[in-house]
Structures are given as structure tokens and as C-alpha cells.
């Protein structure tokens, strides 16, 4: 039972345009949302996060939004640039585990922008 | 460099041998967390803990793993009696108090 889809598995965008990367969640308990970029071989590098009593954070080039009702997030990236090509994973919190503290994590997409 | 640092970043071994994985964390963090990444998945939760604690172990194996993370070093991911689904890359993370979590580099595990 997948809480937490990235049902985009690849993405490609040209360079200079935005890049929107989509997550859907089921679990109603989630309370905060990050996202996470991937290159190969590494591993995952903190983008940005928001809080379930937000539904907007921006930081730069990213923008984090957040539709509770329809329990969907997404991440833009403008302008997008060749760098940006990486692995996002969106990622929630559970208040109502164990400890509050582990992350439930999507599949991922291949963000590809083409210069 | 004020990273997670994750060591070795590459182990190979063989059906039956044991993995060990070192993890430290940024330095002033004391919440440590250990993911498995299968290929093609995303990060599966494994354990969570701080110094001298387990403080959630859902997602771990009810046999052959375990985790520590003493009063002194490395936070350590043991795997006693490897087998061949064991292979994945394992990732730690840190925290501070707040609620974001910064990961390693990973160490990917090979069983033969």
C-alpha cells in the first residue's frame, strides 16, 4: 500500500522552463512534506519542505505547494536549469506513528531538462 | 566536512557473512535514521534512534538486523547471516531537534 505517489515516473523539460513535479498522498495523518533531489550514487539532498498548515513555501527557484483536500503536493522549479536533472522524491511525515519521526517516501521522478 | 558521513560507501559479501554499516552523524545532531533503497523504489524507513537509544524500529526486520548507536561513535546497521535480497543501498540520516533530515552518501550493499 504506496501512502505516498510520484505516478510520473520521468519528466523532461527544456532548460529556462518550469519544471512541476507532482505527489499524491492518502494518509490524512501526514502533517509535513518534503522534497528531496537525487543525483547517482548519492544520496538524497534536502530541497525544500512545508507544513500541513501551509500551503505554500518558497525558497528561490523552488516552490513547494500544498492542497490538503486533495491531498496533493507539488514542487516547482523556475526557471529550470540543466543542473536540476536529478531524481525528486517527495517525502511525508506521519504524526501518528511510532515516533512521529519517520518519513515515508514516493518512487521518485527523473527530472531530465534538455539545454 | 560538517556532512552525514557514511562508511563503507561500497561492501560486497557473500550469503552468509555479515554487513556492517557505519553511520555519523552532522555534527550537533543526536537523531539518527537508517533507510533501505531497493532499485527501482523509494526509501523504505528502517530504524530510528538517538544516543543509547532505539527509539522506532518498525520498519526493521524482526530477524538478522539490528542497530545501535552509542554513547561514543558511529551509529552501526549490522546484518548477521547476509542473503542475496539484502542488496540495496542503505542510507542514514540526521536530525536536530526540528524535523528536517539530512542523508548520507549511502553505502551500497552487495551480497554474492
Known amino acids: 500500500d504506496q501512502q505516498v505517489k510520484q505516478n510520473s515516473p520521468s519528466l523532461s523539460v527544456q532548460e529556462g522552463r518550469i519544471s512541476i513535479l507532482n505527489c499524491d498522498y492518502t494518509?490524512?495523518?501526514?502533517?509535513?512534506f518534503l522534497w528531496y533531489k537525487k543525483y547517482p550514487a548519492e544520496g538524497p539532498t534536502f530541497l525544500i519542505s512545508?507544513?500541513?498548515?501551509?500551503d505554500k513555501n518558497e525558497d528561490g527557484r523552488f516552490t513547494v505547494f500544498l492542497n490538503k483536500s486533495a491531498k496533493h503536493l507539488s514542487l516547482h522549479i523556475v526557471p529550470s536549469q540543466p543542473g536540476d536533472s536529478a531524481v525528486y522524491f517527495c517525502?511525508?511525515?506521519?504524526?501518528?506513528?511510532?515516533?512521529?519521526?519517520?518519513?515515508?517516501f514516493g518512487s521518485g521522478t527523473q527530472l531530465t531538462v534538455l539545454p | 566536512n560538517a556532512g552525514v558521513m557514511q562508511n563503507p560507501r561500497h561492501l560486497v559479501r557473500r550469503r552468509g557473512q555479515e554487513a556492517r554499516l557505519r553511520c555519523s552523524p552532522m555534527k550537533g545532531h543526536s537523531h539518527v535514521y537508517w533507510y533501505r533503497q531497493l532499485p527501482e523504489e523509494g526509501l523504505k524507513f528502517m530504524v530510528y534512534l538517538q544516543k543509547e537509544n532505539i527509539i522506532d524500529e518498525s520498519g526493521m526486520p524482526k530477524e538478522r538486523f539490528s542497530a545501535e548507536f552509542p554513547k561514543e561513535g558511529p551509529s552501526i546497521l549490522r546484518i548477521q547471516q547476509v542473503v542475496r535480497g539484502d542488496s540495496a543501498a542503505y542510507f542514514c540520516?540526521?536530525?536536530?531537534?526540528?524535523?528536517?533530515?539530512?542523508f548520507g552518501p549511502g553505502t551500497r550493499l552487495t551480497v554474492l
Open positions: 494518509n490524512s495523518m501526514f502533517d509535513y
Open positions: 512545508i507544513s500541513s498548515i501551509k
Open positions: 517525502a511525508a511525515r506521519d504524526i501518528s506513528s511510532g515516533s512521529a519521526r519517520q518519513l515515508t
Open positions: 540520516a540526521s536530525s536536530g531537534p526540528g524535523d528536517t533530515q539530512y
